[in-house]
């Protein structure tokens, strides 16, 4: 069980003129030159709205700020992203959730055009996507960085996304409570968008334009050790849910370099040949044994994923039943 200290109230949320509570969550790490404007331009869109920071091992005045501008704070001490985004989706209790970051980049007006598909109950996550408006305001590594891997998880899982790794983003109540998180760190867009595809959750995104940087402030995202953490993420999703195609492209590797085996032992002497055929063998049977997992594993996955859809029809029912919910 995670450890969070709050410094606020009953984390809830008050509704907004649709009837709906919403909760605005700015994960924060070292922001203080930026987190009392931050808050109150959330505060002049969303009047109705409960902002909460969640203060992530901050060593400056982030925390204070944040409660004088009039945020709920949340102090997570365990460094990264995941860790917070995670305390703030496990411990505020609303029917609508803003993702949004600290160092007022992400432009607080359009909020509005997150919101409303969520809302009206036509979207479970809508994402403020750079890309769509142009990337005005964003390092180039960073462009480049974001293109790839959203090239990357369209490839390898089918996502059409245009701004994957974007931290702006509106989700309804039954994603953020039925979804599980693992990341720690900047992976956790990557996380949030595969897991919300691959569980038929519905997807839109907006254009936004995000702000420059002021001055005075410190990207938080790592170029290489960011990246590296990003890929090795979407590798693990790929493994969770495309598992027949995962192991199967290992099993595929695996054959070609049976068959170069058998093919470099052929010129070779008796000796030579006997052992280069054994060892072709090894690799054969380790090549059809990582398909027969995929196999495997594949259907267990569907299981389980028919098992969810099982367990979220249930909640979703006993909810809807529950008159203190109205």
């Not at 410094?7 to 907004?16: G, T």
């Not at 990557?190 to 897991?195: D, I, N, Q, R, Y």
């Not at 058998?262 to 010129?267: I, P, Q």
Request: glycine residues 8%.
């Amino acid at each position: 069980m995670d450890s969070v200290a709050q410094l606020a109230p009953a984390p809830v949320a008050v509704p907004n003129e649709a009837g709906a509570r919403v909760a605005v969550l700015i994960p924060c790490l070292n922001e203080a030159p930026t987190i009392t404007k931050v808050v109150a331009d959330f505060r002049r869109e969303l009047p109705e709205a409960a902002i909460w920071v969640i203060d992530n091992g901050s060593t400056d005045d982030t925390a204070r700020l944040a409660g004088a501008a009039g945020a709920r704070v949340i102090r997570e001490p365990r460094r990264g992203k995941g860790f917070a985004v995670r305390a703030g989706f496990r411990d505020v209790d609303a029917d609508v959730y803003v993702l949004a970051d600290g160092d007022d980049q992400t432009p607080s007006e359009s909020v509005h055009e997150l919101l409303a598909p969520v809302l009206a109950g036509t979207a479970d996550m809508v994402v403020g996507s750079r890309a769509l408006a142009g990337r005005e305001g964003s390092r180039p590594a960073n462009d480049l960085g974001n293109t790839l891997f959203s090239v990357i998880l369209r490839l390898l899982m089918g996502v059409q996304m245009t701004d994957v790794l974007s931290g702006y983003r509106c989700l309804s109540r039954n994603l953020v409570k039925g979804l599980p998180l693992a990341s720690r760190n900047f992976e956790v867009e990557v996380e949030l968008t595969v897991k919300t595809t691959q569980r038929s959750y519905r997807l839109a995104e907006v254009p936004i334009r995000v702000q420059p940087r002021p001055d005075g402030g410190v990207p938080r995202l790592r170029v290489i050790r960011d990246g590296s953490r990003i890929l090795w993420a979407i590798a693990l999703l790929f493994r969770d849910y495309r598992p027949m195609a995962f192991f199967g492209a290992i099993g595929f590797l695996l054959g070609l370099v049976a068959l170069g085996i058998l093919v470099a032992s052929a010129d070779r002497d008796v000796a030579g040949m006997t052992s280069g055929y054994v060892a072709a063998i090894l690799v054969a049977i380790a090549s059809m044994l990582s398909v027969a997992v995929g196999a495997v594993l594949s259907v267990l996955a569907r299981r389980f994923t028919e098992l969810e859809g099982k367990v979220d029809l249930a909640v979703t029912r006993g909810r809807r039943a529950d008159p203190d919910d109205d």
